[in-house]
Nanobody, 115 residues
Framework: VQLQASGGGLVQAGGSLKLSCTASRSISSMGWYRQAPGKQRELVASITRDGMTTYTDSVKARFTISRDNAKNMVYLQMNSLKPEDTAVYYC?????????????WGQGTLVTVSS
């Protein structure tokens, strides 16, 4: 499975960005990880084919994950961005319902939030 992510960039605090990712085939679970400089990689959000979602606590009420199964795409709408959201964001997918089991990784896209 190949994953192609896009949508990163530079935004001021309080602004918004939308990340997109296309998978090369139909897949069960999709989501986004991020890794900030000097920090461990963390799972930001995930979504199953039938729409069940999870979010890490720090992005709840600010980020929304969605997907278009017909296009094999997943999106991450990021609102009210904070400088601490600055990171490389990775699109991730898995054949099963659990995203963290044998995931496929896309290339990262950098999100920089200025204060």
């Amino acid at each position: 499975v190949q994953l192609q992510a896009s949508g990163g960039g530079l935004v001021q605090a309080g602004g918004s960005l939308k990340l997109s990712c296309t998978a090369s085939r139909s897949i069960s679970s999709m989501g986004w990880y991020r890794q900030a400089p000097g920090k461990q990689r963390e799972l930001v959000a995930s979504i199953t084919r039938d729409g069940m979602t999870t979010y890490t606590d720090s992005v709840k009420a600010r980020f929304t994950i969605s997907r278009d199964n017909a296009k094999n795409m997943v999106y991450l709408q990021m609102n009210s961005l904070k400088p601490e959201d600055t990171a490389v964001y990775y699109c991730v997918a898995a054949l099963g319902r659990i995203l963290t089991v044998d995931p496929y990784w896309g290339q990262g896209t950098l999100v920089t939030v200025s204060s």
